[in-house]
């Protein structure tokens, strides 16, 4: 089982659309949780972070964690043809000299203009 | 400000031919470096990391390696390159006093023929 799911999509909107990322992981351990975003040939780029359990909101972003179900979100409001793009969820378990970042697949999205 | 560099962008090599890849990060100190790779629908694969000039630890046994020459500078080699090596490779860095700070260059698209 790997430690982090993610549906891979791809997920197509209208603009306009509320958008809902979801990844689910299975270490208890994990205590960030991070979304990055991807464009098609770049490096990822960090959108949001969470500390543990609860919402963070960022413009038209919002990140929940749920610890207790091991599961996270990511919601983008109004969408826009530019939010279309790959978003990795990430997770680090605090510890050791790397504090290791875990991704997800990614979830291809596509915001229909 | 600090950046992250990273080349060529893109690479095609023949099997069995040699490889290196750098990355350089500007405007910091002591950084954490990672290399990555990225393979169609299966997230970002952590290769190597690097907590000091000459300290390398590899994450998955393969025909690379990785090197750290100076403090801000990062080396994905190979002696002979396999079809399999085919990916995108990303450096990465982050302070060393934030877990979840984790920046990213920009990518190279390595195709082995």
């Known amino acids: 089982q790997k430690e982090v799911e993610q549906d891979p999509g791809p997920l197509s909107v209208p603009e306009g659309a509320i958008v809902s990322l979801n990844c689910t992981y299975s270490?208890?351990?994990?205590?960030?949780f991070m979304w990055y975003r991807q464009y098609s040939r770049k490096g990822p780029e960090l959108l949001m972070y969470?500390?543990?359990?609860g919402n963070k909101e960022d413009g038209r972003f919002t990140a929940q964690v749920d610890k207790s179900s091991k599961y996270i979100s990511l919601f983008i409001r109004d969408s826009q043809p530019s939010d279309s793009a790959t978003y990795l969820c990430?997770?680090?378990?605090?510890?050791?000299?790397?504090?290791?970042?875990?991704f997800g697949t990614g979830t291809l999205l596509a915001v229909q203009p | 400000s600090q950046t992250i560099h990273q080349w060529p962008a893109t690479l095609v090599q023949p099997v069995g031919s040699p490889l290196s890849l750098e990355c350089t990060v500007e405007g910091t100190s002591n950084p954490n470096l990672y290399w990555y790779r990225q393979a169609a629908g299966r997230g970002l694969q952590l290769l190597f990391y690097?907590?000091?000039?000459?300290?390398i630890s590899s994450e998955v046994p393969q025909n690379l390696s990785a090197s750290r020459p100076q403090d801000r500078q990062f080396i994905l080699s190979s002696k002979k390159l396999l079809l399999s090596d085919s990916g995108f490779y990303l450096c990465?860095?982050?302070?060393?006093?934030?877990?979840?700070?984790?920046?990213f260059g920009s990518g190279t698209r390595l195709t082995v023929v």
């Open positions: 690097s907590v000091g000039i000459g300290q």
């Open positions: 270490n208890s351990a994990f205590q960030y």
């Open positions: 990430a997770m680090i378990k605090l510890g050791g000299a790397t504090n290791k970042l875990i």
């Open positions: 969470t500390y543990s359990s």
């Open positions: 990465a860095w982050r302070p060393r006093e934030r877990s979840y700070g984790y920046t």
